[in-house]
């Protein structure tokens, strides 16, 4: 069973940078898809970025795009989301996750896709 552990939250001010890297221990990290989640206080969770398990292709939520970012280096079994032009609204706490399929065609942005998850890493945006 895939584990995830996610890290590179804290406290930046608006228009700074992150690095978040999502650690994925077993065997199958190569062949899944990995997604990034957030939720903001109050809110539901809600799609950032998702990279292809081939690393050939990703796909973003239309308030990212252009300004985050997602790598992944199978050698390290790690996913990267480079944060740019943070904004107070990306406050959140971020989450990744591994498809629950192995070498899916396609990315999927909903959830339900994504069957391993890690415990959170908590960014903050002050104005």
């Known amino acids: 069973q895939e584990q995830l552990v996610e890290s590179g939250g804290g406290l930046v001010q608006a228009g700074g940078s992150l690095r978040l890297s999502c650690v994925v221990s077993g065997e199958t990290f190569r062949t899944r898809n990995v997604g990034w989640f957030r939720q903001g206080p109050g809110k539901e969770r809600e799609f950032v970025a998702a990279?292809?398990?081939?690393?050939?292709?990703?796909n973003f939520a239309g308030s990212v795009k252009g300004r985050f970012t997602i790598s992944r280096d199978n050698a390290l079994n790690t996913v990267y989301l480079q944060m740019s032009s943070l904004r107070p609204e990306d406050t959140a706490v971020y989450y990744c996750?591994?498809?629950?399929?192995?070498?899916?065609?396609?990315?999927?942005?909903?959830?339900?896709?994504?069957?391993?998850w890690g415990q959170g890493t908590q960014v903050t945006v002050s104005s």
């Open positions: 990279i292809q398990w081939s690393g050939s292709s990703s």
């Open positions: 996750g591994a498809d629950r399929l192995r070498m899916r065609v396609g990315i999927p942005t909903s959830s339900g896709a994504y069957a391993y």
